[in-house]
């Protein structure tokens, strides 16, 4: 068998001696939690004239950056078998190995495709995906907040469940208070009598849709999933569930817009500048990309300033760095703020107090460091909610250029810069829970036991398990199969399986654990808790944890004549109730129709306005449609108070988890020499047939020198 391997389109020398082996496993018995994981081997490489040219003799670090082979960051590779396409993925340079000073060999390692997820992704959070998105940024006040309750915003990625960040929430139809959190509506409200009450739009915090933050991911990575065939994930249509999960939108504890102490706190994040009046206006950084004279090294888009270096190299003797002078002028007390938002956001640098404050010549980056990207954000907090103020940006570039300073500025002021006073606006960026990408994706994987891979057209193809391995090609291997030696083991690795989310501190959650001796949605026992998966009393406890909360939710009765309402919510404190920020809250949201003379009391904030009677509102639960539980273990549903055991367990887990526990079942290990046809082409969904018996394959390691492939295979059940 001849191996070709092709680095960014180049192809590489080989040592004719050297193993090359590819470990390929999906969905391993032994680590059922794990998943995103990637082929992957290191190998040698000869040193020869043909590969020093490739990686840019990166022994001889005396070459100039520029020049030299980045082996931070990882390249394109193939593996070909016979000029046939075999693997797609990335290669890492590891080192070099010297003899007699000479430069010998490379040692790279080979990854699969998968890996391109991490790596794009690494520490990035959901709130730098969504930074300077404004798509589904939104005024919070008692208008768009009422509609976001009663149906949705931003054409259905945004709505408003009825959870309650503070104020306990009660349902009665035959007392009625002003200003008080009723939700019983009564046509006799308004005009400051006493039925003006309800719930305040501040009362409530959004929420967004899972497949809005997905896509938004696509938008970022510049990686594409699949959707529009019958068995993706990641698909409204033939997966409606994936339509109504939700990401609740909360960062800190209690209201959006209040500090602990309940004093209002306007945030007000600049969102636009307009440029066409600017002085001087010789540089104008929003013309970046369009105009590449002016700027070529900036770019300001929705309020957010990002700056990088333009040429790959700089001469030793020149210099780039960035500047900006922010100045406000205001009556009330105010704080102004320059931020960095690259990543999680930090303070640059910022000042509190009244009249005119200035924040001079702020060095924002970069320090001539290529790649160096930064982006810079300006905000006003203030306790005045009818705040105004004046503002002036100056924008400074300065070169360093053989002794010589050039200096480029653009200033803009006043009402060029938007907003210029207070509004109540919701960035979703800066609401989003404190979560990494790659941990919601991984927890998502983990919640639903997902699997992904990526297709050959390069889209990542997410389905479940189940799906994945019905859609299984079969091969028989049997004459492939080496005889002279084989293994049939154990294969049951665990004593049993707990699936958990975050430990509960809402006020519900820990008043169940409290009383019932569990955890609300877990399922610390599978062989346990259900009949179906056999018990063995070898091994330990493996834990599948999702980074994900959860919040039981409250059907309220009428407290007037006991009867229930058609009204859930739910209350986000802590067991003394008092407001707590809950883990990222993942949840289903129905849009549930009222009656006639029980609608939803939505109070407008005022003593003297009247009190809006809604005949829908989200509501927040932890069942889809009439059945589907969101927990792993059988539960009331807080809604039919019906028992459901319809969980993700018996619906993600339990055929896997069932065959992997049967007393039938082994790990078979064989070796076998399989043809080209098979190695190029097999999924590790493949059924392989060895004498009339079925197998799923466990891993798969193959010496691509000889041709020997180790087969961890499970008989099919």
């Not at 090359?20 to 032994?30: C, E, H, L, R």
Request: charged share 20%.
């Amino acid at each position: 068998m001849v191996i070709q391997l092709y680095i960014e389109g180049q192809r590489v020398e080989l040592f004719k001696d050297e193993s090359v082996t590819i470990t390929d496993s999906i969905q391993n018995v032994k680590d059922i939690g794990s998943i995103f994981t990637a082929f992957s081997q290191s190998f040698n490489v000869p040193a020869s004239k043909t590969n020093n040219k490739i990686f840019k003799h990166y022994y001889n670090y005396d070459i100039d950056i520029a020049f030299s082979f980045n082996a931070n960051d990882l390249v394109s590779g193939i593996i070909e078998l016979n000029n046939l396409p075999f693997r797609k993925g990335f290669i890492g340079l590891d080192g070099v190995t010297l003899k007699n000073n000479k430069a010998h060999s490379y040692k790279i390692t080979f990854f699969g495709e998968t890996v391109d997820l991490k790596t794009k992704l690494k520490e990035t959070k959901l709130s730098t995906v969504f930074q300077g998105v404004t798509t589904y940024d939104h005024e919070y006040g008692v208008s768009t907040v009422k509609t976001g309750l009663q149906s949705s915003l931003a054409s259905g990625a945004i709505r408003y469940p009825l959870i309650s960040h503070t104020e306990r929430l009660f349902f009665d139809s035959g007392t009625h208070i002003a200003n008080d959190r009723n939700l019983h509506y009564d046509t006799g409200g308004g005009g400051g009598g006493s039925h003006n009450h309800g719930i305040r739009y501040n009362d409530l915090k959004p929420a967004i849709k899972l497949s809005t933050i997905v896509d938004e991911i696509e938008n970022f990575t510049g990686l594409t999933f699949t959707s529009g065939a019958s068995d993706d994930f990641f698909d409204e249509t033939n997966n409606p569930l994936w339509g109504t999960l939700y990401l609740w939108l909360s960062r800190v504890k209690g209201a959006l817009g209040l500090n602990v102490t309940g004093t209002a706190v306007v945030y007000m994040p600049f969102t636009d500048f307009d440029f066409s009046s600017a002085s001087p206006n010789e540089w104008s950084p929003e013309l970046q990309g369009t105009t590449p004279a002016f700027s070529p090294y900036s770019r300001i888009n929705s309020g957010v300033w990002t700056i990088r270096p333009q040429a790959a190299f700089f001469p030793s003797d020149t210099s780039y760095q960035y500047y900006t002078t922010f100045t406000l002028t205001s009556t009330s007390q105010y704080t102004m703020i320059i931020e960095d938002v690259t990543s999680t956001p930090f303070t640059v640098a910022s000042t509190t107090g009244t009249g005119t404050l200035t924040l001079s010549n702020v060095f924002v980056g970069t320090n001539n460091v290529y790649g160096q990207i930064r982006k810079i954000r300006y905000r006003v907090t203030s306790e005045d909610p009818a705040i105004t103020f004046t503002p002036t940006i100056d924008f400074k570039y300065q070169i360093f250029q053989s002794g010589s300073l050039s200096t480029f500025r653009t200033q803009i002021t006043g009402n060029a810069i938007e907003p210029n006073g207070a509004v109540s606006n919701i960035v979703v960026s800066d609401q989003m829970p404190d979560l990494k990408v790659i941990d919601f994706l991984t927890g998502l994987f983990k919640m639903f036991n997902l699997t992904a891979f990526v297709q050959d057209d390069g889209k990542i193809k997410v389905m479940t398990l189940d799906n994945f391995y019905n859609a299984g090609n079969s091969y028989d291997v049997s004459e492939f199969i080496d005889v002279n030696e084989s293994n049939v083991n154990f294969a049951i690795p665990y004593q049993e399986i707990a699936f958990r989310f975050k430990k509960p501190n809402t006020f519900l959650g820990i008043n169940f654990s409290e009383i019932n001796n569990k955890v609300f949605a877990d399922l610390e026992s599978t062989t346990a808790e259900n009949a179906d998966v056999q018990t063995t009393n070898r091994g330990g406890k493996y834990v599948v944890q999702l980074p994900f909360g959860k919040m039981i939710y409250e059907r309220l009765n009428d407290l007037d004549d006991g009867t229930q309402s058609l009204m859930q919510y739910g209350y986000c404190t802590d067991k003394d109730q008092n407001p707590i920020n809950i883990d990222p809250l993942i949840l289903n949201i129905t849009n549930e129709t009222l009656t006639t003379g029980h609608y939803l009391s939505f109070y407008n904030g005022t003593s003297t306005g009247t009190a809006a009677g809604l005949p829908t509102y989200n509501r927040p639960s932890n069942t889809y449609g009439t059945s589907q539980s969101l927990s792993f273990g059988t539960e009331i549903d807080e809604y039919t108070g019906l028992a459901e055991d319809d969980s993700l367990f018996e619906n993600y887990y339990k055929n896997y988890i069932v065959d992997t526990f049967n007393a039938k079942r082994r790990l078979v290990k064989v070796k076998a020499f399989l043809p080209l046809r098979i190695l190029l082409n097999y999924q590790l969904n493949a059924v392989f047939i060895i004498n009339g018996r079925e197998y799923i394959i466990n891993s798969v390691n193959t010496n691509l020198l000889t041709g020997k492939s180790d087969l961890e295979l499970l008989n099919k059940l």
